[in-house]
């Protein structure tokens, strides 16, 4: 049975960072690319960052220089590092495993960035 689960998100103030993780089982998970998405109150969802199964990185602008993917296969994990947290980060995050036409998504985790 395929779960991808995210955790670590929650309140933070303005400035702050918090570390997200997204735990996977059920598939070949090194052979997945991984991708952070999140989505705002009234926004559409958006791309923040992603990761080949080679360990290539990309980022939207809304984070470059402030969020840092990795990806862990032994824990079959990947991970979200986001430093300088603005209000407008507030948002659900998602994860995303995508291979061919193969695509599993987890329920999110809640980030609000709040003083």
């Known amino acids: 049975q395929v779960q991808v689960v995210e955790s670590g998100g929650g309140l933070v103030q303005p400035g702050g960072s918090l570390r997200l993780s997204c735990a996977a089982s059920g598939f070949t998970f090194s052979n997945f690319a991984m991708s952070w998405y999140r989505q705002g109150p009234g926004n559409e969802r958006e791309r923040v960052a992603s990761?080949?199964?080679?360990?290539?990185?990309l980022y939207a602008d809304s984070g470059k220089g402030r969020f840092t993917i990795s990806r862990d296969n032994t824990k079959n994990t990947v991970y979200l590092q986001m430093n300088s947290l603005k209000p407008e980060d507030t948002a659900v995050y998602y994860c995303?495993?995508?291979?061919?036409?193969?695509?599993?998504r987890g329920q999110g985790t809640q980030v609000t960035v709040s003083s």
């Open positions: 990761i080949s199964s080679g360990g290539i990185t």
């Open positions: 995303k495993a995508t291979r061919g036409g193969y695509d599993y």
